[in-house]
């Protein structure tokens, strides 16, 4: 047996996981077997917008997935493996070390798992109207916690670099994560073998000669107001051309996208610079409900959804997952910009000590019609009270509560439910 992610530090989740699936499985554990087992253990992560496509871990157990033993010479810790569950740990394992996550999470080893689309546990996770992307996405925001920079050209290289474990030769298999492993190359050195010298020629007339003295007659009076304005023309020129790069690298403050929007996703440049409006929404006129979406700006600068867990949302609200077949209906896009704050709520403990305090966030909420692009109001927005700890996150030093239904009605419902 070869051992996968030997001496990394593993979450408890994950280690229960593992556990609870060695237990069921009558051979080696595959990826769709962890998957249910993570999902069932993972107390933190917000699993509902993924469980509304492809239903709850009984339901992604049921589904007619298989994958194939391999040659079956892949364990952690005594937990015999098929070939693809030992490809998936060992991709979260990468990832882990890449992204500097440690004890390696929930989120972490479900990218995994799902990192091959052939594997049972990415194709236990497809459901109606979730495609591949949204998938990831929504793996990274509602499971891990945060969003990793790069991955969408990170895992298929990390996945190739795993994949290459199992289709190496018997014996020389192993987990290289989460050791750094460095391979040196000493290029062969030519001999230097003397230059073949070559007889110097005078100077042609005209040219520089070290051995010729520089005249000593000052320029004349003439010559340096000429030499002065080209100097200046040439300055002259160069603003001028400067100026006509700045003008031609000034981006619009509105740019119109007039592609069919597919996913929630896709709409958060509604936020960004220069903003983008979407002509074929339905225009913000009459009397409520008028559909909203609402994104913020983290104090990062990566601009997410505020996903509603309210099941009583009404359907303006949203959750986002439900709107993908009447995208067009969407009528307002909330914009909240980073936080500043609010009361302290309680510091959040992470694992090696380490402590966050999480205030009440404080945003300011720009509302724009999605159809035009137009300013509709700006108003004030303030996080809950009360929010749990995340498990990962990726910050600057401070958390920040975001708000929550409650919170948006009451300052934002006089132009959505209205």
């Known amino acids: 047996m070869n051992g996968v992610l030997v001496g990394a530090s593993l979450h408890s989740t994950v280690v229960a996981a593992l556990r609870a699936a060695a237990g069921r499985a009558s051979g080696p554990v595959d990826t769709r077997a962890l998957l249910v087992e993570l999902m069932q253990a993972d107390s933190v ?21 298989s994958e194939a033993v391999g040659a079956g010479a892949f364990d952690w810790n005594g937990v015999p493996l098929t070939d ?7 991709v979260a394992g990468r990832l882990a070390y890449r992204y500097g996550l440690w004890p390696l999470p929930v989120g972490m080893m479900v990218l995994g798992l799902v990192a091959d689309e052939r594997s049972a546990a990415a ?7 979730l495609d591949r992307v949204e998938l990831l996405d929504a793996i990274q925001a509602d499971v891990l916690g945060t969003r990793l920079d790069g991955i969408d ?28 492993q460095e391979s040196v190359t000493r290029a062969r050195q030519k001999p230097i073998t003397a230059a073949r010298q070559v007889p110097l020629t005078p100077p042609r007339q005209g040219s520089f000669s070290p051995t010729a003295r520089p005249s000593s007659k000052p320029w004349s009076r003439q010559r340096r107001w000429t030499v002065a304005g080209a100097v200046a023309v040439c300055m002259a ?24 929007v597919q996913s929630i996703w896709e709409m958060r440049g509604g936020c960004d610079s220069p903003r983008i409006y979407y002509p074929d929404m339905d225009a913000y006129t009459g009397s409520g409900p008028h559909r909203v979406t609402t994104f913020l700006t983290t104090d990062t600068g990566r601009i997410q959804p505020v996903i509603l867990e309210d099941a009583k949302a009404p359907p303006q609200w ?6 993908r077949p009447d995208m067009h209906r969407i009528q307002l896009i909330a914009c909240l910009g980073k936080a500043s704050e609010g009361v302290l709520i309680k510091d959040c403990w992470f694992d090696g000590g380490k402590t966050l305090p999480m205030y009440q966030g404080i945003y300011q909420a720009n509302l724009y019609e999605a159809k035009t692009g137009r300013k509709v109001a700006s ?19 401070k958390l920040y509560s975001e708000p929550g239904l409650s919170e948006l009605q009451q300052t934002l419902g006089q132009y959505v439910d209205h």
Not at 84 to 90: L, R
Not at 123 to 129: K, M, Q, S, T
Not at 244 to 257: F, G, H, I, Q, T
Not at 318 to 323: A, F, I, Q, S, Y
Request: aromatic share 2%; glycine share 14%; proline share 8%.
């Open 123 to 129: 194709r236990a996770l497809r459901g109606d109207g």
């Open 153 to 180: 050209s990170v895992l298929p290289m990390v996945l190739g670099e795993a994949g290459q474990m199992v289709r190496a030769p018997r014996g020389r298999r192993g987990s290289v994560t989460p050791a750094r």
């Open 45 to 65: 992560g917000r699993w509902g917008r993924i469980q509304l496509f492809v239903g709850d871990p009984d339901a992604v157990g049921r589904k007619p997935v």
């Open 379 to 397: 108003e004030r927005v303030v996080g809950k009270r009360e929010e749990r700890c995340p498990v990962l996150v990726m910050t600057l030093g």
């Open 318 to 323: 949203g959750p986002p997952e439900l709107t």
């Open 237 to 260: 020129l160069s603003y001028i051309v400067d100026m006509e790069l700045a003008k031609r690298d000034e981006k619009p403050s509105l740019v119109a996208n007039s592609a069919e």
């Open 84 to 90: 693809g569950c030992a490809v998936g740990m060992e």
